[in-house]
Each structure stands twice: as structure tokens, then as C-alpha cells.
């Protein structure tokens, strides 16, 4: 008896982990309400000949709030509020309408969405499609919005369980930009 246990755990675990899709993802992000963690960030543009480096911290706290604060190569903070941007830098305050700024409420849907697990929101604006196993999961974001189409090619978003370890930006203009969360 104790053999076939044996045998019936060995050929279990040998099994394939299941596919994951996108309703799964979504609920495993969910778990999570609220983030802390630092950061390195790396813009690539077929226009530069190095890549412009950053790094932080990058929070967020649900329902709606996501902060990204900078502290190499300097110090700024950015927070996506639930109807705005806001940007501080050198001491001074900018404040944007997401409303106003169609691609720019998209990238913020793409963040808060991922990272909420909410996939009514990402689906407002991109089509969505979940790879890989919860240990190793892919998520493509492609923009359903021809305006948005002419500013974000595509987001790559990685990780592992309920945690996202990577975001990939390509952006029309050829652009690229590499989140990774450790």
C-alpha cells in the first residue's frame, strides 16, 4: 500500500503544471491589496546610444493608488491617482486628467489593472493573453484602441505566483521600457 502512495505521488508531481489563463491570473493578483517594493527601470530608444537607467520604489495600495518614487538618477515621484496623474519634481506639483490624455490613461489602466488583478479594467483597453504556469506566467496586453495603438505597441507583463516581476513596454515610436521588480 505504502508503495502505490509512493508511486501515485511520484507520477503526480511529475505531472505538467496547468496552464494558466487569464481568469486565474486575475485572481491570483487579486490577493494581492497592497505593495511595496524597489525597483530598476531601463528606457531603450533606437535614438540613444546608452540606456537612460532609473530606480525606486514602487508602491501600490488598493483600490486605485500607485506610486512610483525615483531616487536614481534623481529624485521625482509620480502617483496615479483614481482620475489623475501627479508628478513631483525639483519641489513643484503638475497635476494631469487622465481623462485629458487617452495613452496615458491606458498605461495607467495597464499598471493598476496588472497589479489589481482587474481585468475589466485592462480589458477597457487591451486585449489580454495569460501563458505559462503560476510559477512562471506571461501576460500580453495589446491595445483594442487605434489611438492607443499609435503609442503603445505592446505590454509584457511576467512574474510568478501573485507577484509581478516584470513589465516590458514597447512602445509605436520603437521605444522600450523594462520594469523589473525583484
Given at each position: 500500500?505504502?508503495?502505490?502512495?509512493a508511486a501515485l505521488v511520484l507520477c503526480a508531481a511529475a505531472l505538467p503544471a496547468a496552464a494558466l489563463d487569464v481568469p486565474g491570473l486575475m485572481k491570483l493578483l487579486a490577493a494581492t491589496s497592497e505593495v511595496s517594493k524597489p525597483y530598476t527601470e531601463r528606457k531603450f530608444s533606437p535614438l540613444l546610444v546608452a540606456s537612460v537607467d532609473s530606480a525606486g520604489t514602487l508602491r501600490y495600495k488598493r483600490p486605485d493608488l500607485l506610486e512610483k518614487q525615483v531616487t536614481k538618477p534623481r529624485?521625482?515621484?509620480?502617483?496615479?491617482?483614481a482620475d489623475s496623474v501627479v508628478i513631483e519634481r525639483g519641489g513643484?506639483?503638475?497635476?494631469?486628467?487622465?481623462?485629458?490624455?487617452?495613452?496615458?490613461a491606458a498605461f495607467a489602466a495597464s499598471?493598476?489593472?496588472?497589479?489589481?488583478?482587474?481585468?475589466?479594467?485592462?480589458q477597457r483597453y487591451f486585449k489580454l493573453a495569460a501563458g505559462g504556469t503560476e510559477e512562471a506566467w506571461t501576460l500580453e496586453l495589446t491595445p483594442s484602441d487605434d489611438a492607443i495603438k499609435g503609442y503603445i505597441e505592446r505590454v509584457v507583463v511576467a512574474g510568478r505566483q501573485g507577484q509581478v516581476s516584470r513589465i516590458e513596454t514597447f512602445e509605436s515610436s520603437g521605444d522600450r521600457t523594462l520594469l523589473e521588480i525583484p
Open positions: 500500500m505504502r508503495r502505490w502512495l529624485s521625482e515621484r509620480y502617483r496615479i491617482l513643484k506639483e503638475q497635476r494631469i486628467a487622465l481623462s485629458s490624455q487617452p495613452a496615458l499598471l493598476r489593472g496588472v497589479l489589481s488583478g482587474d481585468a475589466a479594467q485592462l
